[in-house]
């Protein structure tokens, strides 16, 4: 009993040192490309960017809620490293008018679902995110042309509606 305990504690503990090795975030800005995808994996989506550089998608959707871009310069170094579902973000990323479905990709990735709604005309894209440990979704509102028109932000009930 005590020997399965112990195996189970070790495979845990596994986990979650081999989890801290892997978290985008952790990556420190100037390392190489090849070592990045060492040390993360594949990316889930990579992105080409402007001036021969790349973007490395690392997203937890659809049940996660964070969607890390690691970006590389031409020359294969890191140059930067950010969690992009953060609401303090959202009002100087999104670009309603300018934004179209490129963009909301490369930034985001691919949301957890695409609705439409009676009161707009186009599709709803929506990525589950935290809020101070608060669940939270994000909206994306995309007219028929593929353009971003609005954004807003609310709770996700999800959670409640399943425990009730």
Do not use: H, K
Request: net charge neutral.
């Amino acid at each position: 009993m005590v020997a399965r305990l112990l195996s189970i504690l070790c495979l845990v503990l596994a986990g979650l040192l081999g989890g801290c090795a892997s978290e985008p975030t952790r990556l420190a800005i100037g390392t190489m490309r090849a070592q990045a995808l060492q040390q993360l994996g594949a990316p889930t989506a990579t992105y080409a960017l402007p001036g021969g550089g790349e973007r490395l998608q690392y997203s937890r959707a659809p049940s996660g809620f964070e969607v890390n871009n690691v970006d590389v310069d031409a020359t294969g170094r890191v140059v930067s490293v950010q969690q992009e579902l953060d609401e303090r973000l959202f009002g100087i990323t999104i670009l309603p008018g300018v934004w179209r479905e490129a963009d909301i990709l490369r930034t985001y990735g691919r949301p957890f679902e695409i609705t439409r709604v009676s009161s707009f005309d186009g599709q709803v894209w929506s990525w589950r995110y935290r809020a101070q440990n608060a669940r939270r979704l994000l909206y994306v509102y995309v007219d028929p042309q593929g353009l971003v028109q609005y954004y807003n932000v609310g709770d996700d009930m999800t959670l409640d509606l399943r425990v009730r």
